[in-house]
């Protein structure tokens, strides 16, 4: 495995492999890797040939900085993660080789953004669009890979390798969960053993409303009752929870058999923020 930490450097080798006809899969990371990064490169591995993985903290989608200071890194362990998963490039950045400058451009998505993540973290998916577009011109992989637990964040990527002609094809990639329930993020880590127990309630409630769904009861019904749910445990905070187009991200008054449907919720324990979704139709998740 390879460490590149130069921008140039990394699409050189990028194009000569392609030039050879090496199919790449990319995997774009934040570092802090825990199973569900594992399972991307996984994936990556069995339908490339090569796989290049990037580990950097974008700050311009951070908007809190104290967010951005405390987001867990463990560059080292992340590294021999990637060796023994057989990742073959890992293209390691540093501020200055992924903003030079201050940036200029700003890519918006007036419909996808206007909700849940967008709404509540201003500034947060232009940050998104500019990297993932930096790195996909550093790395023109064939496949680039996301997880599916931030469901926006992927139709809005799908969205920018439309509209900007990337030639790179976007594989979701289900979200891996803990026993409990809960899914896996980098900042479960920053959880005390207190707060991971209460984080739960995230996962329980998105479940909780999706057999209240299954079952006929109404969208008001459902976000009544979850809201409930976390009335009764104050040590927790519900930022959002949302039903909505699994496409769009258009709220639905109702479930309908031919309209995909998906399950959003954010919120906190203690300052940890964390997010989570589901589909409501088991059988396209």
Same mark, same amino acid.
């Given at each position: 495995?390879?460490?590149?930490?130069?921008?140039?450097?990394?699409?050189?080798? #990028?194009?000569?492999?392609?030039?050879?006809?090496?199919?790449?899969?990319?995997?774009?990371?934040?570092?802090?890797?825990?199973?569900?990064?594992?399972?991307?490169?996984?994936?990556?591995?069995?339908?490339?040939?090569?796989?290049?993985?990037?580990?950097?903290?974008?700050?311009?989608?951070?908007?809190?900085?104290?967010?951005?200071?405390?987001?867990?890194?463990?560059?080292?362990?992340?590294?021999?993660?990637?060796?023994?998963?057989?990742?073959?490039?890992?293209?390691?950045?540093?501020?200055?080789?992924?903003?030079?400058?201050?940036?200029?451009?700003?890519?918006?998505?007036?419909?996808?953004?206007?909700?849940?993540?967008?709404?509540?973290?201003?500034?947060? $998916?232009?940050?998104?669009?500019?990297?993932?577009?930096?790195?996909?011109?550093?790395?023109?992989?064939?496949? *680039?890979? $996301?997880?599916?637990?931030?469901?926006?964040?992927?139709? #809005?990527?799908?969205?920018?390798?439309?509209?900007?002609?990337?030639?790179?094809? #976007?594989?979701?990639?289900?979200?891996?969960?803990?026993?409990?329930?809960? *899914?896996?993020?980098?900042?479960?880590?920053?959880?005390?053993?207190?707060?991971?127990?209460?984080?739960? #309630?995230?996962?329980?409630?998105?479940?909780?409303?999706?057999?209240?769904?299954?079952?006929?009861?109404?969208?008001?019904?459902?976000? *009544?009752?979850?809201?409930?749910?976390?009335?009764?445990?104050?040590?927790?905070?519900?930022?959002?929870?949302?039903?909505?187009?699994?496409?769009?991200?258009?709220?639905?008054?109702?479930?309908?058999?031919?309209?995909?449907?998906?399950?959003?919720?954010?919120?906190?324990?203690?300052?940890?923020?964390?997010?989570?979704?589901?589909?409501?139709?088991?059988?396209?998740?």
């Amino acid at each position: 495995m390879e460490i590149v930490t130069s921008p140039v450097e990394c699409r050189k080798k #990028i194009l000569s492999l392609t030039v050879e006809g090496k199919n790449i899969g990319f995997v774009p990371t934040m570092g802090a890797l825990h199973d569900g990064h594992m399972e991307l490169v996984r994936q990556a591995k069995l339908s490339c040939d090569f796989v290049v993985v990037s580990i950097f903290v974008n700050r311009t989608q951070f908007n809190n900085e104290e967010d951005f200071r405390k987001y867990p890194k463990s560059f080292d362990s992340d590294a021999e993660k990637l060796r023994q998963s057989g990742c073959d490039i890992v293209f390691a950045p540093g501020d200055s080789d992924m903003y030079p400058g201050t940036p200029e451009v700003k890519i918006t998505f007036p419909r996808l953004q206007k909700s849940m993540e967008g709404r509540y973290r201003p500034g947060h $998916f232009e940050g998104v669009a500019l990297v993932v577009s930096k790195l996909l011109h550093v790395v023109p992989a064939q496949k *680039a890979f $996301f997880g599916r637990k931030d469901w926006q964040q992927v139709l #809005i990527i799908k969205q920018l390798v439309r509209d900007l002609h990337f030639f790179s094809e #976007i594989i979701s990639v289900p979200t891996l969960r803990e026993p409990d329930g809960l *899914a896996m993020s980098s900042r479960n880590q920053r959880l005390s053993e207190k707060e991971r127990s209460l984080a739960v #309630i995230f996962s329980k409630s998105l479940y909780m409303a999706k057999e209240k769904l299954l079952a006929g009861d109404s969208v008001e019904e459902t976000v *009544a009752s979850v809201r409930q749910a976390f009335d009764r445990m104050p040590q927790v905070r519900l930022e959002y929870f949302e039903i909505a187009n699994r496409e769009t991200l258009e709220p639905v008054q109702s479930v309908e058999t031919n309209v995909p449907v998906s399950l959003f919720i954010a919120g906190y324990v203690g300052d940890v923020r964390l997010i989570d979704n589901i589909f409501l139709q088991e059988e396209t998740e």
